[in-house]
């Protein structure tokens, strides 16, 4: 979620922090990025497969060799092709788990990326806040048809916006209208300013939101909106009487054992281990990038401040689809992308490779980080991968990828 704008009018530096607001935490793959730092080496994590064998046990070591060497090439090709000055990636399968990096972590002490890093996750807070809403919906203390105005009761009234005509349902599946508050210029202002600055609250965020006409009428379209998940996030205190950040802590986080996952509110620095996050360089592409690791995420609330480590949400995404944390009528609806003409579920959208693969996954943008995990519909397979800048990476390096991992035979 962009601070700080690097254009040299104020005029300039506005519109540019809502451009980039208005991208952030968004959900598109493949993205498309700029040119970025040559590959300056790859770390890597063997996973199952390692020494020698004969027979099945040595197919399964050279496929092993295979693949690992496949993740490595995919993840330099990712940085050299991009505006980060690094990247990783961890995938998961039946074989272990493989991890690759390429390029720094911090450019001024030449750190690499570690597996266990924490980084800023973005939009992919939305696929636990869906989650946790789903959770409470099975066990019928809410209902996916309830309207906002039954348990944000005023909240969202006016310019043409009504509560009472808007369902959770349409919340979580991007088909309410309400205007996306990180469109807003004002809030962009807001996010212009230091970390020391007091917080945005998700119900400022929301009136921000409000203060504009929707886009469309409920359920009439599908246009993504952070504003529908701060609202689940209300949504869930109001259920439960506590913080969503605690409720998912107490329903996921804890029972995965996701030890490297927080919120932090408003708090700007990562825990440690961590690198550094930079804005993608623009313009000519040349200079060096900006360090916006410091950052006050509370205006991203429950659309996006989670913070995670690469093998926390893949964890994550593997175990959702193996019924552990939703039974699977709950997850059909997560998946059912009706509403959005195949766009999106509930904190899902689907990726169809061209192989004839589709996995389902959520990606997340905030400044100095953009992340994606996907998975395999079983959620046997599962592939985890960030880069140090906000910035999409470059499309045809991401499908490489993908298709290097889900796409061999």
Not at 100 to 129: H, V, W
Not at 239 to 245: E, I, K, L, N
Not at 304 to 333: K, N, Q, V, Y
Request: proline content about 7%; glycine content about 12%; some cysteine.
């Amino acid at each position: 979620m962009p601070i700080r704008a690097p254009e040299r009018t104020r005029r300039g530096r506005t519109r540019a922090a809502a451009l980039a607001l208005a991208a952030v935490l968004s959900a598109a793959v493949p993205g498309c990025g700029g040119p970025g730092p040559a590959d300056r080496g790859a770390a890597r994590t063997l996973g199952a497969g390692a020494g020698t064998g004969t027979g099945a046990a040595a197919t399964r070591q050279a496929d092993g060799r295979h693949t690992e060497a496949a993740l490595r090439a995919a993840v330099r090709r990712l940085a050299a092709e991009g505006s980060a000055p690094g990247a990783a990636a961890l995938a998961r399968d039946g074989d272990g788990t493989r991890f690759a990096s390429a390029g720094l972590a911090d450019l001024r002490t030449g750190r690499r990326i570690l597996r266990n890093d924490r980084f800023r996750a973005g939009s992919i807070t939305k696929t636990l806040i869906a989650t946790v809403v789903l959770q409470l919906a099975d066990e019928r203390r809410l209902g996916l048809d309830d309207t906002v105005e039954e348990h944000l009761p005023g909240l969202v009234r006016g310019r043409g916006n009504d509560g009472r005509k808007i369902t959770l349902r349409q919340l979580l599946t991007h088909t309410s209208g309400l205007f996306d508050f990180a469109a807003d210029q004002r809030v962009a202002r807001r996010l212009s300013r230091p970390p020391t600055a007091a917080p945005l609250t998700p119900r400022q965020l929301v009136r921000t939101a409000v203060a504009h006409r929707p886009r469309f009428a409920p359920g009439a379209a599908w246009h993504y909106s952070n504003t529908n998940y701060v609202l689940l996030g209300l949504v869930v205190q109001r259920v439960t009487g506590r913080p969503y950040a605690a409720e998912t802590e107490r329903r996921v986080l804890g029972p995965l054992g996701l030890r490297g996952t927080s919120f932090p509110g408003a708090r700007g620095t990562l825990p440690t281990p961590h690198g550094r996050g930079y804005a993608p360089i623009t313009g000519t592409g040349t200079g060096t990038p900006r360090d916006v690791t410091v950052l006050d995420p509370s205006a991203a609330g429950a659309a996006g401040e989670a913070i995670s480590t690469l093998d926390d949400l893949a964890r994550f995404f593997g175990a959702l689809p193996r019924g552990g944390l939703l039974p699977p009528a709950a997850l059909r609806r997560m998946r059912d992308t009706t509403a959005s003409d195949g766009r999106y579920g509930m904190g899902l959208f689907p990726v169809r490779l061209s192989c004839g693969v589709t996995l389902w996954g959520h990606n997340g943008q905030i400044n100095g980080s953009y992340a994606q995990v996907v998975a395999t519909p079983d959620g046997r397979r599962v592939l985890a991968y960030r880069l140090n800048t906000e910035a999409r990476p470059a499309a045809a390096a991401e499908r490489a990828l993908l298709k290097a991992e889900f796409c061999r035979t």
